[in-house]
């Protein structure tokens, strides 16, 4: 086999791990509880977990009440949990191959938008099917970088939304400030006409009182 030909296949090859890769990312509204569930197969797969919630349904309402996580592994077993989180970022190295859960629960009044995001890795290390004794190390290695370029594929992700959450709550705060601008000004504008009216009326009163 010439080299070209081995460039072939390791590139052919590396095109369709990038395409089975498992990674999901999603963005939906929980009312109470909502849950997922993620079949992974092997064990000393690790499971990198993020998510953050966007904001609420209520664009007059900014609360620091974050949602619940539960992450139970294919026996119910429970593998992580976390409480009144907005923003959160995880690992967990799989021990049992099979389905694990991960539930959302919302103890707020109103809708949240959750972002989650989930990525499987595994680095394959090939010890079959190589006759020349470099070939093999090589295919690790690029096991291996790929893997840490997904990782930081999943840590931007995690960053964008934490990003775009900030935004919206920044959007929210200036359209708050407005309103209350032209609450307040309203409000002034009206205790003036309404002293100007008593003036008046004060004035009137005594214009009588003196022409009588």
Excluded at 9 to 33: N, P, Q
Excluded at 143 to 152: A, F, T, V
Aim: aromatic residues 12%.
């Amino acid at each position: 086999m010439d080299g070209r030909r081995c460039v072939q296949i390791l590139f052919v090859g590396i095109s369709f791990a990038i395409f089975l890769k498992d990674v999901s990312g999603t963005r939906f509204v929980i009312d109470r509880k909502e849950c997922f569930s993620h079949s992974v197969p092997h064990v000393g797969n690790s499971v990198d977990v993020s998510f953050v919630v966007m904001k609420g349904d209520d664009a007059w309402r900014h609360s620091d009440d974050g949602v619940d996580l539960v992450v139970k592994g294919p026996s119910e077993e429970q593998i992580h949990n976390s409480y009144d989180q907005i923003t959160q970022k995880f690992d967990f190295t799989v021990h049992k191959p099979g389905i694990y859960s991960f539930c959302f629960y919302n103890k707020s009044p109103y809708h949240e938008l959750v972002d989650f995001d989930l990525h499987v890795s595994h680095v394959a290390y090939i010890n079959e099917h190589a006759k020349d004794e470099h070939f093999s190390p090589l295919l690790e290695q690029i096991s291996i970088l790929e893997e840490d370029l997904y990782k930081i594929i999943f840590e931007q992700h995690w960053l964008q939304a934490n990003t775009d959450r900030q935004a919206l709550v920044n959007e929210h705060m200036t359209k708050r400030v407005i309103h209350k601008a032209m609450i307040e000004s309203f409000a002034l504008v009206a205790a003036s006409v309404l002293q100007v009216y008593l003036l008046r009326r004060l004035f009137d009163g005594k214009l009588s009182t003196c022409r009588v």
